[in-house]
C-alpha cells in the first residue's frame, strides 16, 4: 500500500513536505496541532505495507501515548557513545523490525526484537502520537536542532521525562528506501553534540 492509497481512509488527511531545507524540527511542528488528533510523522521515502494500519496504530494510542515501527529501551550513554538509539539503548531491549529497499527494489528487512514492546526511544522514519497528550505536556520538537538528525531521540526522551508513554508497533511494516546513515558528517556531529551535553544535563 502506498501513502496516497491510505488517502482512501475517513479522516486521514495527508500532507507531502518536499525540497525541504529548514530541518525536521522546523517541519513537523507546524503541524504538530490540535487539529489532528493523531499525527503520524513519515518520512517520504517510506511504503506502509499493512492495511488498515490507520485502524491499528490509534488502537496502539489508546494505551501509549507515542508509537513507531523500531526503538529501544533502556538508555546508557558514555562520553564515546554515538547518539543512535539502537547504539545508546540495551540491545536486549531493542524492538521492531523494518524492512529496507536496495536500489534494485529488492526488499530485506532489519529485526531488532520481539514487538509490541514499551521503550524510551523510537527510530524516527515513523512516529505517531496522540496529539493531545503531546500537546498536554507542552512538548514539540527541538527548534535547537536546525538539521535532519537527532529530532527523534530528543523528542522521545522529552515525552519520557514528562512521564509519557512509548511502545513499538506490533502489527504495522513499513519498507524504508534508505539505508540510514553511513557516515558522520559535520552536520550530525554537530546536532550529536548539542544531545550529549542535553543528555548530561537530565542526567545530573
Known amino acids: 500500500w502506498s501513502l496516497s492509497e491510505h488517502n482512501l481512509h475517513d479522516n486521514v488527511d495527508i500532507q507531502f513536505v518536499t525540497k525541504n531545507q529548514s530541518g525536521l524540527c522546523d517541519v513537523y511542528n507546524r503541524y504538530l496541532t490540535d487539529k489532528y488528533d493523531t499525527i503520524i510523522f513519515v518520512h517520504d521515502d517510506v511504503q506502509i505495507d499493512t492495511v488498515n494500519f490507520v485502524e491499528k496504530v490509534n488502537n496502539a494510542l489508546i494505551k501509549y501515548d507515542v508509537v513507531g515501527v523500531a526503538g529501544g529501551g533502556v538508555v546508557s550513554v558514555t562520553p564515546d557513545t554515538p547518539i543512535l538509539w539502537h547504539v545508546m539503548t540495551k540491545k536486549e531491549t531493542h524492538s521492531g523490525t523494518v524492512l529496507h529497499i536496495d536500489n534494485k527494489g529488492h526488499r530485506y528487512p532489519s529485526y531488532f526484537g520481539d514487538n509490541p514492546k514499551s521503550v524510551s526511544i523510537l527510530d524516527g522514519v515513523f512516529l505517531a502520537i496522540n496529539t493531545k497528550s503531546i500537546l498536554s505536556k507542552n512538548i514539540t520538537f527541538d527548534p535547537n536542532l536546525k538539521g535532519f538528525h537527532h529530532y527523534d531521540i530528543k ?23 534508505s539505508p540510514g546513515l553511513r557516515e558522520y558528517t559535520p552536520a550530525f556531529l554537530e546536532s550529536q553534540e548539542y544531545m550529549r551535553k542535553f543528555i548530561n544535563s537530565i542526567k545530573g
Open 155 to 177: 523528542f522521545c526522551i522529552d515525552c519520557k521525562v514528562a512521564g509519557l508513554k512509548l511502545s513499538t508497533l506490533g502489527d504495522v511494516v513499513i519498507a524504508h528506501a
